[in-house]
């Protein structure tokens, strides 16, 4: 619900503030007045374009913005789609700049047009030819009947249905387009798998070979360098080890004769036992190294293979190696259980078909059950509406699954009498497209939380009984629902709780367009000038008391 409107510098308006109430509101003036001009403010609220073209002083920003009450719309998801904050009073700001900049606000939150849109269309209805237009469009009509039979329930459990039947026939389909391409691999990852698991392949073992490798290679020369090192430290007269051992016993000496010395026979005899451990060790591996040309081979062999595989496969070590293999086991095992796998997933999808047509069936019958007395209802409606030789019809067509069901519902319309009823699109008229909407939102208002509903004129072409059938039913909706009407019928106009007044102020140097709610004595007087002109008569003036019940 509209609680309040307020805009600024956008077209004639220079400063506007409306509070509508919540039930049935009126709005007058004379043509030109700017009636559509806050029909066009009320667009921006809405996500339409707009351009620096609407500004009235160019210097200065246009600000329209509306406060809603929510909390009967079930917008809380919505808002959490857009990570913003919940209130039951939602605040919705759009602000032109004078460079032309458009910037849109949902609670002080900057927010995309498109979202601005979206959250629009559930605060406010206004009836103009868009509507109209949109009401011979299928999947518009299918909704009207859907709120007319109140599927709510069979049609959350299609849906869900339809969301596990897309998903299961999508991994059916998935999972066979996977078999046609293993089918085509399935011989080359055996062979492949065949080859890798052939070798063994150890963690680790790449380094290890390729050291044992290098000593085998030069086992020979290894020997003898050691051999050669050994001799030269080991030699009775002139070996290294012995002109250390004097060099140990004349430290030994000094450290008797001087304390000072010690440090210099500790540091010696430490690095003394160092070197001998030196060569223990290089004696030991020496006895290790072995000239083995077999094991050589062996080894070289290994590597080789090795090394092949890497080059096949296009990496660098033992382990990546590893890592295909497992990659081509697994692919070798989807294949062997392929079958298995195709017939538990086409069943899946069967069972998730079966029940999608079932739900489908139950929400068509549902559907169609409301036929009748929709049909009738709505005649009804259009009759008290002056069309009193319309005919109503729906149809039903079953399709094949859709994100709405399995049918497709369209109305058919005739306003002569025996005319057979036709495609909206094909035989309504611009003003039946408009009785006919009202019609149908005023069935709606018992069927749905609708929006703020605004009527732009939707009297026109009619007067008399009609217009007073039209104003009741105003009033009726606007028990539920928040109403604006913008009228030029004085009988309409006296209807309403709330009485705004749109007139030009040419007090300025620039005409500007004001808004005024009217008292009840200004309310007599513009109903007075609606029925007789701008001087209104005396009988001008009971006839308008007369129309608000005085």
């Known amino acids: 619900?509209?609680?309040?409107?307020?805009?600024?510098?956008?077209?004639?308006?220079?400063?506007?503030?409306?509070?509508?109430?919540?039930?049935?509101?009126m709005i007058t003036g004379e043509t030109g007045a700017g009636k559509s001009i806050m029909l066009g403010a009320v667009?921006?609220?809405?996500?339409?374009?707009?351009?620096?073209?609407?500004?009235?002083?160019?210097?200065?920003k246009c600000v329209v913005e509306g406060i809603f009450d929510i909390q009967e719309y079930g917008l809380k998801s919505y808002f959490e789609e857009l990570e913003l904050d919940y209130e039951d009073t939602c605040i919705v700001r759009r602000e032109i700049s004078p460079g032309g900049k458009s910037r849109s606000f949902i609670n002080d939150t900057p927010v995309l047009l498109d979202a601005l849109k979206v959250l629009g269309a559930r605060l406010m209805d206004v009836h103009s030819q868009h509507d109209t237009l949109l009401l011979g469009e299928g999947a518009y009509q299918l909704s009207l009947v859907d709120a007319f039979a109140q599927t709510q329930k069979e049609r959350s459990d299609y849906q869900q249905a339809f969301r596990d039947f897309r998903k299961a026939k999508?991994?059916?389909?998935?999972?066979?387009?996977?078999?046609?391409?293993?089918?085509?691999?399935?011989?080359?990852?055996?062979?492949?798998?065949?080859?890798?698991?052939?070798?063994?392949?150890?963690s680790g073992e790449q380094s290890e070979l390729e050291s044992e490798q290098e000593i085998l290679e030069n086992a020979e020369e290894i020997k003898l360098k050691i051999n050669e090192l050994l001799s030269v430290f080991q030699d009775e007269q002139f070996g290294v080890l012995q002109g250390?051992?004097?060099?140990?016993?004349?430290?030994?000496?000094?450290?008797?004769?001087?304390?000072?010395?010690?440090?210099?026979?500790?540091?010696?005899?430490?690095?003394?036992?160092?070197?001998?451990?030196?060569?223990?060790?290089?004696?030991?591996?020496?006895?290790?190294?072995?000239?083995?040309?077999?094991?050589?081979?062996?080894?070289?062999?290994?590597?080789?293979?090795?090394?092949?595989?890497?080059?096949?496969?296009?990496?660098?070590?033992?382990?990546?190696?590893?890592?295909i293999e497992s990659q081509l086991a697994d692919k070798v095992f989807q294949f062997q259980n392929l079958d298995e796998n195709l017939s538990h997933a086409e069943k899946i999808f069967q069972e998730a078909e079966k029940t999608l047509f079932v739900c489908g069936k139950v929400l068509s019958e549902k559907?169609?059950?409301?036929?009748?007395?929709?049909?009738?209802?709505?005649?009804?409606?259009?009759?008290?509406?002056?069309?009193?030789?319309?005919?109503?019809?729906?149809?039903?067509?079953?399709?094949?699954?859709?994100?709405?069901?399995?049918?497709?519902?369209?109305?058919?319309?005739?306003?002569?009498?025996?005319?057979?009823?036709q495609p909206l699109k094909k035989v309504a008229s611009g003003g039946e497209f408009s009785r006919l909407l009202f019609g149908i939102k005023y069935l709606m208002a018992d069927k749905m939380a609708l929006?703020?509903?605004?009527?732009?004129?939707?009297?026109?072409?009619?007067?008399?009984?009609?217009?007073?059938?039209?104003?009741?039913?105003?009033?009726?909706?606007?028990?539920?629902?928040q109403v604006i009407c913008i009228t030029h019928l004085p009988q309409v106009a006296a209807k309403g709780d709330l009485h705004y007044f749109v007139f030009k102020d040419n007090s300025s140097e620039k005409t500007i367009s004001k808004i005024k709610l009217l008292d009840a004595e200004e309310r007599v007087q513009e109903l007075a000038k609606m029925i007789a002109g701008a001087n209104p008569s005396p009988s001008a003036l009971s006839s308008a008391k007369e129309l608000l019940q005085y």
């Open 451 to 481: 929006p703020t509903l605004i009527f732009d004129e939707i009297d026109t072409g009619i007067s008399g009984e009609v217009a007073l059938q039209m104003v009741r039913m105003m009033k009726d909706i606007a028990q539920r629902h």
């Open 244 to 323: 250390l051992g004097q060099i140990q016993h004349g430290l030994q000496a000094l450290e008797r004769l001087a304390h000072k010395f010690e440090n210099y026979r500790a540091r010696f005899q430490t690095v003394f036992i160092e070197l001998k451990d030196v060569l223990e060790s290089l004696s030991d591996e020496e006895s290790k190294v072995e000239v083995d040309f077999g094991k050589l081979e062996q080894i070289r062999d290994r590597l080789s293979k090795i090394y092949q595989l890497q080059k096949k496969h296009g990496v660098q070590s033992v382990e990546e190696l590893m890592t």
């Open 170 to 202: 999508r991994n059916f389909e998935e999972l066979k387009q996977r078999a046609l391409e293993l089918q085509k691999e399935a011989d080359f990852n055996q062979f492949q798998l065949d080859e890798l698991s052939a070798v063994s392949l150890v």
């Open 43 to 60: 667009g921006l609220l809405l996500g339409n374009r707009a351009d620096t073209k609407v500004l009235l002083h160019e210097e200065k």
């Open 367 to 421: 559907r169609k059950s409301c036929f009748p007395v929709f049909e009738n209802a709505l005649q009804e409606l259009l009759s008290g509406l002056g069309m009193e030789n319309a005919r109503i019809k729906l149809e039903i067509q079953q399709v094949s699954p859709i994100a709405s069901g399995l049918d497709e519902v369209e109305i058919l319309f005739s306003a002569n009498k025996g005319g057979i009823p």
């Open 1 to 25: 619900m509209l609680k309040s409107l307020s805009i600024s510098n956008y077209a004639l308006i220079d400063q506007l503030l409306m509070q509508p109430s919540a039930k049935l509101n």
